[in-house]
């Protein structure tokens, strides 16, 4: 069936460095991708999303970037905190369906000092 | 202003009880979504309500139910509760059924089926 997936299930990085998560789909009929922090014993909280007929959106300190030829979305963060450290998902949804959303199974998020 | 607001926190039940779920939207949204995080796993649908009807579910049997009621507010029921029951249960809300608009999720409750 169709999916949102993420290629790796825990990212461990340098406090500063830069932060890539990254997902794949495969149901090219998406209207919207979306980014979602959930930190622990929380909801997932809205990041940053990402029309299909784009490339590329920036928020602050964040950007998503968009390949439909191979189906491919990622998360960038730059000069990562510690509170960044979460589990990241991906999701998308259609316009028609509100916020219906398909997940992927999450990213750990890991910032070391 | 109040966010999503879900009660109760967490919750232990014995396999064929029944639950009842309840979630408060933030003020002025009257879509409600309910999520099933399942422990390691990601979020998976479960229902849709918007404007007190049912708009769509997910790929869960008919012992998951819910309602939506005039004030937007929502509950979900869970009948003849199975240990796999056991998960974060999660409620968002947006400001339209069909918009683009943003999902504002709850902090959920924690269900535990012994």
């Known amino acids: 069936g169709e999916s949102v997936g993420l290629h790796l299930p825990t990212l461990s990085v340098q406090e500063g460095d830069n932060s890539i998560i990254n997902c794949a789909y495969s149901n090219s009929a998406s209207d919207y991708f979306i980014w979602y922090k959930q930190e622990s014993g929380k909801g997932p909280q809205f990041i940053i999303d990402?029309?299909?007929?784009?490339d590329k959106r920036q928020g602050q300190r964040v950007t998503v970037l968009l390949n439909k030829t191979v189906k491919h979305l990622s998360l960038q963060i730059a000069a990562t905190q510690p509170g960044d450290s979460a589990v990241y998902f991906c999701a998308e949804r259609r316009e028609w369906a509100g916020n219906m959303l398909t997940f992927g199974g999450g990213t750990r998020l890991m910032v070391k000092p | 202003e109040a966010g999503v607001t879900q009660s109760p926190t967490h919750l232990i039940k014995t396999r064929g009880q029944q639950v009842t779920l309840r979630c408060s939207p933030i003020?002025?949204?009257?879509?409600v979504y309910w999520y099933q995080q399942a422990l390691g796993l990601g979020l998976q649908f479960l229902l849709w309500y918007d404007e007190g009807e049912e708009r769509n579910r997910g790929n869960f049997p008919p012992r998951f139910s819910g309602r939506q009621f005039p004030n937007y507010s929502s509950e979900l029921n869970v009948n003849a509760l199975e240990l796999e029951d056991s998960a974060l249960y999660l409620c968002?809300?947006?400001?339209?059924?069909?918009?683009?608009?943003?999902?504002?999720f709850g902090q959920g409750t924690r269900l535990t089926v012994v």
């Open positions: 990402i029309r299909s007929n784009m």
């Open positions: 968002a809300s947006s400001r339209s059924g069909r918009l683009n608009t943003e999902a504002f």
């Open positions: 003020s002025g949204h009257t879509s």
